[in-house]
């Protein structure tokens, strides 16, 4: 079974940081993409960055990065907007075997809240 596990999520003031940190683990053979959703209040999920198998890190007012070795990956997250209030959600699209068809994983999400 493959997991993934997030944490980091919290209050924070706009213009504040945040950093998220998404693990996962069991049966993982690979893993190709990685990224994060986000799902705000009456809005749909949407995605907020991604990072190929390939990369370390994706810069921008949202950071991601990963390291391979430990099958995370990191959302740094900066100047922090209340509009940016939302469920995080990581996932991964990981290879089980070998032989296996890449699936999507999630997290359960964190909560990000942005307000003064």
């Known amino acids: 079974q493959v997991q993934l596990v997030e944490s980091g999520g919290g209050l924070v003031q706009p213009g504040g940081s945040l950093r998220l940190s998404c693990a996962a683990s069991?049966?993982?053979?690979?893993?190709?993409?990685m990224g994060w959703y986000r799902q705000g209040p009456g809005k749909e999920r949407e995605l907020v960055a991604r990072?190929?198998s390939g990369a370390n890190s994706v810069k921008g007012r949202f950071t991601i990065s990963r390291d391979n070795s430990k099958n995370t990956v990191s959302l740094q997250m900066n100047s922090l907007k209340p509009e940016d209030t939302a469920v995080y959600y990581c996932?991964?699209?990981?290879?089980?075997?070998?032989?296996?068809?890449?699936?999507?994983?999630w997290g359960q999400g964190t909560q990000v809240t942005v307000s003064s």
């Open positions: 990072i190929t």
């Open positions: 996932y991964a699209m990981i290879r089980t075997r070998r032989d296996s068809v890449g699936l999507d994983y």
């Open positions: 069991g049966s993982i053979f690979s893993i190709d993409d």
